[in-house]
T-cell receptor, first 113, second 113 residues
Framework: GDSVTQMEGPVTLSEEAFLTINCTYTATGYPSLFWYVQYPGEGLQLLLKATKADDKGSNKGFEATYRKETTSFHLEKGSVQVSDSAVYFCALCPQGGSEKLVFGKGTKLTVNP | ETGVTQTPRHLVMGMTNKKSLKCEQHLGHNAMYWYKQSAKKPLELMFVYSLEERVENNSVPSRFSPECPNSSHLFLHLHTLQPEDSALYLC????????????FGPGTRLTVT
């Protein structure tokens, strides 16, 4: 079945460091791919998405590129801030659409000043 | 009010109580979801409603009873819960077409004593 694997956390960085959170997926065809972020005490928020191969999703300085050849959708940010401290979830929606998203386990990021 | 709202935000209940969680979406979506988020466990999909019809029920115990009276409202009725049911309960909604990204509410933090 479809699945999402993301790097185990927690990840701890200093402010202005470069961030990469790896995400790979298993699915048939061309799923849609998403990154969600969950700030402390809140629900999940859609951070960015990509719906076809080679698409780059971007938002708030975060980027992720849909790589079909490596079945990956790694999240990157060039310079993290303390306010980026949160849990990040990679997710996919199977090709053709589905009411059921497949989520990774989440990666907790802590950014220290 | 915009987005997805959930009430109450916090709930403490005894094992013999009956309570209900409420979710409302103001996005014109026609699919709604209940998730359970426990500490150190992956996000668990509990129920999916599409056009007010339940389309997914992931082996959830009968002490959790969902209700979807219309496409904007979703309830989770709780009775005779166990301490292990303590968790963050998240509601989400999405369109039934397109890339199916889900929009989440802030969650209800439930503690069963």
């Amino acid at each position: 079945g479809d699945s999402v694997t993301q790097m185990e956390g927690p990840v701890t960085l200093s402010e202005e460091a470069f961030l990469t959170i790896n995400c790979t997926y298993t699915a048939t065809g061309y799923p849609s791919l998403f990154w969600y972020v969950q700030y402390p005490g809140e629900g999940l928020q859609l951070l960015l998405k990509a719906t076809k191969a080679d698409d780059k999703g971007s938002n708030k300085g975060f980027e992720a590129t849909y790589r079909k050849e490596t079945t990956s959708f790694h999240l990157e940010k060039g310079s993290v801030q303390v306010s980026d401290s949160a849990v990040y979830f990679c997710a996919l929606c199977p090709q053709g659409g589905s009411e059921k998203l497949v989520f990774g386990k989440g990666t907790k990021l802590t950014v220290n000043p | 009010e915009t987005g997805v709202t959930q009430t109450p935000r916090h709930l403490v209940m005894g094992m013999t109580n009956k309570k209900s969680l409420k979710c409302e979406q103001h996005l014109g979506h026609n699919a709604m979801y209940w998730y359970k988020q426990s500490a150190k466990k992956p996000l668990e999909l509990m129920f999916v409603y599409s056009l007010e019809e339940r389309v997914e029920n992931n082996s959830v115990p009968s002490r959790f009873s969902p209700e979807c009276p219309n496409s904007s409202h979703l309830f989770l009725h709780l009775h005779t819960l166990q301490p292990e049911d303590s968790a963050l309960y998240l509601c989400a909604s999405s369109r039934r077409t397109g890339s199916y990204e889900q929009y989440f509410g802030p969650g209800t933090r439930l503690t069963v004593t």
